[in-house]
């Protein structure tokens, strides 16, 4: 049966892709290098902060030496939450998708975000208590598609309650394919959500395909623990 659902957080809670693109091209601007939003969506958008600017400086022929990197990201995340102000990053209907999961099994978050922008968000739509455990960038030393990330969150949930939770009673929300993976190493069943790419570009990669956090039905995921 299934006892704990486990949310990516870009790309299926928020929609905040869009600004993380923006922030990341206005920083890389102000030291004269282009992203465009067709190669950011189609290149990084699996990476977190720190892989994303590694990935992006190599591909430009600059050097990602370890302080350029972390100033970068600093300068990143100072850009977003200017963009983020006096708006909400949430798909429709997700907040009440994450209420309605809370009300039924233990929830968490799964994310390659740092927590403070995570956290900052649910508290502005008041979401922060329905969440057992936050995994954020900074906490696991492997991003996706590596499963520390959701195992990561296994832990958490455990320790907040059921000690014997098993990685097949959760299920996992992703919106990308390299979370997917992610989640299913892990040992989760995965349930993707076509936010961020169709479905033809999801199929095979997670046992249940759904448009939204809106259409979730939290009988077919207990189906799919079974």
Known sequence: MLRAIVFDFDGVIANSEPLH???????LAEDGLLLTERDYFDRYLGFDDVGAFEAMLRDRGETAAGMRVVELVARKAVRLEI??????????????????????????????????????????????GCFTGIVAAE??????????????????????????????SCVAIEDSRWGLQSARAAGMRTVAVTNTYAQSALAGAADLIIPSLDAMDLEILSRLCA
């Open 21 to 27: 693109f923006r922030a990341f091209r206005d920083v």
């Open 139 to 168: 906490d696991t030393p492997l991003s996706k598609p590596a499963p520390d990330p959701y195992l990561r969150a296994l832990t958490l949930l455990r320790a907040a309650g059921d000690g014997e939770l098993a990685a097949s």
């Open 83 to 128: 963009l983020e102000r006096d708006t909400s990053v949430l798909f429709p209907g997700a907040a009440d998708a994450v209420r309605r999961a809370a009300a039924a099994v233990p929830i968490a978050i799964a994310s390659g975000a740092r927590g403070d922008e995570i956290r900052r968000a649910l508290a502005r739509e008041e979401l922060a």
